[in-house]
């Protein structure tokens, strides 16, 4: 019996500092997450609490039933895409808001 080849991962860390560690997930459902969530946040900033809802409207019905847990899936793509820069909560903002940008964009 032929072995399969293992699927490409990508490591998806949080920033906070206490909770060290990593979570690797298969490209494809980090590619298309992280791109779900970059198109709506160059639409308008967002509640955390919003994202799994917006990011489930951007994709064809066919991925979410390959994807598995969307909440889960969005949540750690989420915090890896805060750790590279790509988006970032604000910091005062309760309940959870977050950008597309870094801290330092103006």
Same mark, same amino acid.
């Given at each position: 019996? /032929? *072995?399969? /080849? /293992?699927?490409? %991962?990508?490591?998806?860390?949080?920033?906070?500092? /206490?909770?060290?560690?990593? &979570?690797?997930?298969?490209?494809? *459902?980090?590619?298309?997450?992280?791109?779900?969530?970059?198109?709506?946040? %160059?639409? *308008?900033?967002?509640?955390?609490?919003?994202?799994?809802?917006?990011? %489930?409207?951007?994709?064809?019905?066919?991925?979410?039933?390959?994807?598995?847990?969307?909440?889960?899936?969005?949540? &750690?793509? *989420?915090?890896?895409?805060?750790?590279?820069?790509?988006?970032? %909560?604000?910091?005062?903002?309760?309940?959870?808001?977050?950008?597309?940008?870094?801290?330092?964009?103006?």
């Amino acid at each position: 019996m /032929a *072995k399969l /080849a /293992a699927e490409e %991962r990508v490591a998806c860390r949080t920033p906070n500092p /206490a909770r060290p560690g990593v &979570t690797r997930i298969p490209v494809w *459902k980090f590619d298309l997450v992280r791109n779900a969530i970059l198109e709506i946040l %160059r639409e *308008k900033d967002v509640r955390f609490s919003e994202l799994t809802d917006l990011v %489930r409207s951007r994709l064809k019905s066919s991925d979410l039933g390959r994807i598995g847990s969307l909440g889960w899936h969005v949540a &750690t793509v *989420k915090l890896e895409m805060e750790v590279r820069g790509d988006i970032y %909560r604000h910091p005062d903002a309760k309940p959870q808001v977050l950008s597309l940008g870094g801290k330092d964009d103006p």
